[in-house]
């Protein structure tokens, strides 16, 4: 079965730091890019970027360029999302998606993980 | 690229059809001749989940009451029969070029 799994969820407070992780499983990790989506509560989807495993592309969206990092070990079929500075505005859930390719190019997200939800609150 | 969607809010009755527009503010249609538009449904407490893409091509195991239309900057996805578990909200989504933008969804719920 095709999945990714990612970390519990987390707690932390204004200023401190975050690194959740997504694992694939049941594919070629390094050969499908991964996006990492954020929904903040009761609020809608939101790309902040996409990364490669097999390689080292990385496109963060603008709102989100300079406020996270993301980076991948295919070694061990895992993305990582890392949050520095937290802010209360952070809080809200995080899903890693797998990009599906049928066209030959990056179709859509097609496998999503389950979430990571944080809260960020002093 | 900005995605809008109407209407925002959808009741609906079992057994009748339903249709939610996606609008672009550029044409999603690559030279490749594939449109770069996807549709997700994410049901209460869920992740979301694929059900087109491409335009028109309905994700696996999706059934086949639903189906995704149109091409450059109009959009419809088309539920032939609503049947009580399609409640949720409906995504569009481009994917022609980063970053990668979501409408603001459509929620659809029962009359």
């Known amino acids: 079965e095709v999945q990714l799994v990612q970390s519990g969820a987390e707690v932390k407070k204004p200023g401190e730091s975050l690194k959740i992780s997504c694992r694939g499983s049941g594919y070629t990790f390094a050969s499908h890019w991964i996006g990492w989506v954020r929904q903040m509560p009761g609020k809608g989807l939101e790309c902040m970027g996409i990364i490669f495993p097999g390689g080292s592309d990385i496109r963060y969206s603008p709102s989100f360029q300079g406020q996270v990092t993301m980076s991948a070990d295919k070694s061990i079929n895992t993305a990582y999302l890392q949050l520095s500075s937290l802010k209360a505005s952070d809080t809200g859930i995080y899903y890693c998606?797998?990009?599906?390719?049928?066209?030959?190019?990056?179709?859509?997200?097609?496998?999503w993980g389950q979430g990571t939800m944080v809260t960020v609150s002093s | 690229t900005v995605m809008t969607q109407s209407p925002l809010s959808l009741p609906v009755t079992p057994g009748e059809p339903a249709s939610i527009s996606c609008r672009s503010s550029q044409s999603l249609l690559h030279t490749n001749g594939y449109n770069y538009l996807n549709w997700y449904v994410q049901k209460p407490g869920q992740s979301p989940h694929l059900l087109i893409y491409l335009g028109s091509n309905r994700a696996s195991g999706v059934p086949d009451r639903f189906g995704g239309s149109g091409s450059g900057t109009d959009f419809t996805l088309t539920i032939n029969r609503v049947e009580a578990e399609d409640v949720g909200v409906y995504y569009c989504m481009q994917t022609l070029q980063t970053p990668f933008t979501f409408g603001p969804g459509t929620k659809v719920d029962i009359k």
């Open positions: 998606a797998r990009h599906l390719s049928y066209s030959g190019s990056l179709d859509a997200f097609d496998i």
